[in-house]
């Protein structure tokens, strides 16, 4: 009974839980891009920017859009309003774990992942952190790799890889249930999330996220930390 639950559910899985976890796995990059790409001069500039806008000076818009500082300037705004974003994204993240988990199942856990977020970090976030994102073309290729990169998530479970995920305390792992121990269960690759340690000795409850990753965690134990 519930092999054919979860089924069900993984037909569509937990979209937003998916998209949350994207959200967050960019949050570092922006970070640093943000530390590498700010300087005290570009607010000074957004100050007398808006006295100016304040005065009906609207000539400044002009001025501003054809300053050398514009592109950097959006580059500083995209990578703040990502991290405030992302930082919501974590707050939405736990409040998720509160509820919609499936119980009465048991798993055997084949092996955690120490190195997923660490892979993630040198992968995806150092190159990107390297381009010199000053100049319009190469904020252009940076937007298009990007773009692709996040294209991927949705389509294939990177995002479990997520290096947020791994900086605040939670755990992946591979495993599989019970209810399957047979060759094709047992072979079949499942991706766990948790915080803490799972009992493999007790009943677990979970979420499916997609792509067979799985939000996992003991029955008894409460997922908020």
């Known amino acids: 009974m519930q092999n054919i639950v979860r089924k069900e559910k993984s037909m569509n899985g937990n979209r937003k839980l998916r998209k949350l976890l994207i959200l967050q796995s960019f949050v570092p990059l922006m970070f640093l891009l943000l530390l590498k790409n700010c300087e005290f001069n570009l607010?000074?500039?957004?100050?007398?920017?808006?006295?100016r806008i304040w005065?009906?000076?609207f000539s400044a818009i002009t001025i501003a859009i054809t300053h050398e500082k514009f592109l950097l300037l959006i580059v500083v705004v995209g990578c703040l309003f990502w991290i405030l974003k992302g930082i919501l994204a974590m707050?939405?993240?736990r409040n998720v774990q509160n509820s919609n988990f499936i119980e009465g199942d048991k798993i055997v856990i084949k092996n955690y992942s120490s190195d997923a977020g660490l892979i993630f970090f040198t992968t995806f976030i150092v190159p990107l952190v390297l381009d010199d994102i000053g100049e319009l073309r190469n904020s252009l290729v940076?937007?298009?790799?990007?773009?692709?990169?996040?294209?991927?998530?949705?389509k294939t479970n990177l995002y479990y890889q997520n290096p947020v995920l791994t900086?605040?305390?939670y755990k992946t792992f591979q495993f599989?249930?019970?209810?399957?121990?047979?060759?094709?269960?047992?072979?079949?690759?499942?991706?766990?999330?948790?915080?803490?340690?799972?009992?493999?000795?007790?009943?677990?409850?979970?979420?499916?996220?997609?792509?067979?990753?799985?939000?996992i965690y003991n029955k008894t134990q409460h997922p908020i930390h």
């Not at 607010?43 to 006295?51: D, E, G, H, Q, S």
């Not at 298009?144 to 998530?153: E, H, K, P, W």
């Not at 009943?203 to 792509?211: G, N, P, R």
């Open 43 to 51: 607010f000074n500039l957004v100050c007398k920017f808006f006295i």
């Open 55 to 57: 005065k009906h000076d």
């Open 91 to 93: 707050f939405q993240f």
């Open 142 to 154: 940076f937007i298009g790799l990007l773009t692709m990169i996040i294209a991927l998530m949705h």
């Open 167 to 169: 900086i605040l305390g």
């Open 176 to 215: 599989y249930f019970i209810e399957d121990n047979n060759s094709a269960g047992m072979n079949n690759e499942l991706i766990g999330i948790t915080y803490g340690k799972i009992d493999e000795s007790k009943i677990i409850k979970y979420q499916l996220v997609a792509d067979d990753v799985y939000l």
